[in-house]
């Protein structure tokens, strides 16, 4: 099985994320660049990090109407990415959009409830019922628009695995036994998660917070194994 952890390296700097990433390469099956990154070092810094050999997820939740999107995704190009995120709420325009315009060996995957909203946040912008009902809303849309998969919450990766079974499902909310759980608060172990149905899991501070991030790293990757 190749590594489905992919380090969340959320620092501005390029030297930060090379330091961590020298250490942790050989234990995780790939990095993910945030806004942080992306916002202070650009796609110079993308693409310097990607030269160092791992797969680059790019998580820039991109969200504007499809002819700017499309053009995002053009200028991404060059860069390659594995996988790259928009908003599913961008509607199914714009993810077809999305899709047509990345590479075609780029994973385009979309973000459907920030896990930052809770019911009542979403009741005030005039979505009713619950998040769960909105997350498997708003797969279907990005399923019907072509893309390859969702970003999700560990607690409903069931669901969705169920309802798209080949769906590249990016689980970030993944705690090893033990670890701080930090701002999370919906969590699960590398190993529930993965046997929920995951296909990436996103973890960063449980690596890049650890005295030794390549030992935390290689203790997650044993426990997969
Ligand atoms: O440090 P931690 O393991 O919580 O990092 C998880 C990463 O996944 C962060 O980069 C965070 O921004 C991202 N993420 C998340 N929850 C989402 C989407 C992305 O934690 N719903």
Known sequence: MTNPVFVAVDTPTL???????????PHVGGVKLGL????????AGVAAIAALGLPVFL???LHDIPNTV?????????????IVTVHAGGGHAMLAAARAAAPTATKVVAVTVLTSLDDDDLAAMGVAGTSGAQVARLAGVVRGAGLDGVVA??????????AWPEALLVIPGVRPEGSAVGDQKRVM????ALAAGASV??????????SDPAA???????SLA
């Not at 030297?15 to 390469?25: E, H, P």
């Not at 053009?71 to 594995?82: D, I, N, T, V, Y």
């Not at 935390?216 to 044993?222: D, E, L, N, P, V």
Request: net charge positive; with cysteine.
């Open 15 to 25: 030297d930060g994320a090379r330091a961590l990433l020298s250490a942790v390469a």
């Open 36 to 43: 942080e990154f992306f916002c202070a070092q650009g796609p």
């Open 201 to 210: 899991l996103v973890i960063g501070r449980p690596i890049t917070a650890a």
């Open 189 to 192: 172990t590398p190993q529930a």
């Open 216 to 222: 935390a790293a290689a203790a997650i990757a044993r």
């Open 153 to 162: 919450s560990p607690h409903e990766t069931a669901a969705l695995r169920a």
């Open 70 to 82: 499309a053009g995002a995704l053009h200028s991404l190009g060059p860069l390659a990415p594995a």
């Open 59 to 61: 998580d820039l939740k």
